[in-house]
């Protein structure tokens, strides 16, 4: 397996402008997670889903940021309108529960905000 | 509300030396403590976990201490080599929603030099 997939690596867009993040989870798994690295905050889990269903989005920042997964195989997560304070790496993680917990995790994707 | 504390944030330790990174979790449901390690430019990966059942689990030269009752755990490097250099990541999870959600830790960066 090629393990998580993200799409793009790096994204560089202006304040303003819609941004979608892609995952393709690792075929099997059920949980599928967004979490967003910062310095200043360390690893903030965004969202969780299983089976495709939202479990938890109160880490979301604010309603600028939504996901969606419409399938076991993909999922996005989309900032619109975009701030500099985005500016960070977003990692998508998938594991399958509740069997086994060990996540893992793509190879991020580097948003900067202009 | 940081469920997980870590620390020290920053270690710097001597070739041939031992790392040790310690963990404090909140959560009495948590029941999976694993430590992940990031190099830059990549997402983390796991690097070893424990359950509650035991007090300590040994991997090569890494090792994790646990102590239920202080709801304590800590992650020993021994022989630290420089390959060693990266960021770990203490985090802790509980079944919630059929799945597992991993709160992580805010990070130690450790740096072995010769």
């Known amino acids: 397996d090629a393990g998580v997939i993200q799409s793009p690596r790096h994204e560089v867009t202006e304040m303003g402008q819609e941004v979608t993040l892609r995952c393709k989870p690792i075929?099997?798994?059920?949980?599928l997670f967004w979490y967003r690295q910062t310095m200043m905050r360390g690893l903030e889990l965004l969202i969780y889903?299983?089976?495709?269903?939202?479990?938890?989005d109160s880490g979301m920042p604010e309603d600028r940021f939504s996901a969606k997964m419409p399938n076991a195989s993909f999922s996005t997560l989309k900032i619109q309108p975009s701030e500099p304070r985005d500016s960070a790496v977003y990692f998508c993680?998938?594991?399958?529960?509740?069997?086994?917990?060990?996540?893992?995790f793509g190879q991020g994707t580097r948003l900067t905000v202009v | 509300q940081q469920q997980v504390k870590q620390s020290p944030q920053s270690l710097i330790v001597q070739k041939g030396g031992i790392s040790i990174i310690n963990c404090a979790y909140e959560?009495?449901?948590?029941?999976?403590f694993p430590w992940y390690q990031q190099f830059p430019g990549k997402g983390p990966a796991l690097l070893i976990a424990?359950?509650?059942?035991?007090s300590e689990k040994k991997e090569g030269r890494f090792t994790i201490s646990f102590n239920k009752s202080a709801k304590q755990f800590s992650l020993h490097i021994m022989d630290s080599q420089p390959g060693d250099s990266a960021t770990y990541f203490c985090?802790?999870?509980?079944?919630?929603?059929?799945?597992?959600?991993?709160?992580f830790g805010t990070g130690t960066q450790l740096k072995v030099e010769l």
């Open positions: 993680a998938s594991s399958f529960a509740p069997m086994n917990t060990e996540a893992f």
């Open positions: 075929s099997g798994h059920n949980s």
């Open positions: 889903f299983n089976n495709n269903v939202p479990i938890d």
């Open positions: 959560n009495t449901a948590f029941d999976y």
């Open positions: 424990i359950r509650p059942d035991v």
């Open positions: 985090a802790a999870s509980g079944v919630t929603g059929g799945g597992n959600k991993l709160t």
